[in-house]
């Protein structure tokens, strides 16, 4: 069993900078794979970025691709999104997942752990 929770969100400018946090409770955290997801008002919740065991196993959903940077610290049993350049249409709530297995998993049925979210707003 792995608890997830989400911390770092807010309001941002356009253009600006943010990072998330994602603390989990649990054992083996280092054998999860953690992705990144978001919701965005009156949307379906979509796939942001995955990052497996390594720090160089990463894979980003195209429209963060180049702004967005998913990073893990296995000791601190965290994970992390710096998001730079943000744009008004990155304001979502953002949650963080935990997956079991080896793939790039970018559906939300592949991921056995959730967060509580955080909420993200970005302005014009």
């Known amino acids: 069993q792995v608890q997830l929770v989400e911390s770092g969100g807010g309001l941002a400018q356009a253009g600006g900078s943010l990072r998330l946090s994602c603390a989990a409770s649990?054992?083996?955290?280092?054998?999860?794979?953690m992705g990144w997801f978001r919701q965005a008002p009156g949307k379906e919740r979509e796939f942001v970025a995955i990052?497996?065991?390594?720090?160089?196993?990463?894979y980003y959903a195209d429209s963060v691709k180049g702004r967005f940077t998913i990073s893990r610290d296995n000791a601190k049993n965290t994970v992390y999104l710096q998001m730079n350049s943000l744009k008004p249409e990155d304001t979502a709530v953002y949650y963080c997942?935990?997956?079991?297995?080896?793939?790039?998993?970018?559906?939300?049925?592949?991921?056995?752990?959730w967060g509580q979210g955080t909420q993200v707003t970005v302005s014009s």
């Open positions: 649990g054992h083996s955290f280092s054998s999860y794979i």
């Open positions: 990052i497996r065991w390594g720090a160089a196993s990463t």
């Open positions: 997942a935990a997956a079991v297995g080896s793939s790039y998993y970018t559906e939300i049925y592949e991921y056995n752990y």
